[in-house]
């Protein structure tokens, strides 16, 4: 069984080539906003997410994408976070690692650190190979 990703990005073209790229190797769900993040993390419970902290209603602010975080965390304390942003300042890195985030990668990614980040988070006890 392939772990679970949930990728919260309210951009549709970052979301599809997340998608394509983790697809073969993980079971990826996605949302773009807060109320299906919050549903679709609570259903699917998912190994892995990923996470834009830029996400509507205050999308010039990182305050959803960090409520997100703190409802995964709080909610699913295994689930491993990989928060993904154009929002790259110290500040916003140490938030979100205080609150819990297990990686930190910034836009636009490379595909490969996006793979090898992943493989870092997967559970262990599966064979991504």
Known sequence: MK?????VDDDEAITQQM?????DDYDVITAND????VRRATVYEPAISILDLHL???????EVGLRILEYIKGHLPR????????????NVREECFA??????????FDTELL??????LAPHSLDLA
């Open 3 to 7: 772990p679970r990703v949930l990728i």
């Open 56 to 62: 509507p209603p205050e999308s010039s602010s990182p």
């Open 99 to 108: 609150q819990g985030a297990d990686e930190f990668l910034n836009k636009p």
């Open 79 to 90: 689930t491993k976070v990989l928060v993904m942003t154009s929002a790259n300042s110290d």
């Open 34 to 37: 807060l109320p299906s993040a």
């Open 19 to 23: 998608f394509w790229t983790l697809n």
């Open 115 to 120: 793979i090898a980040i992943m493989r870092r």
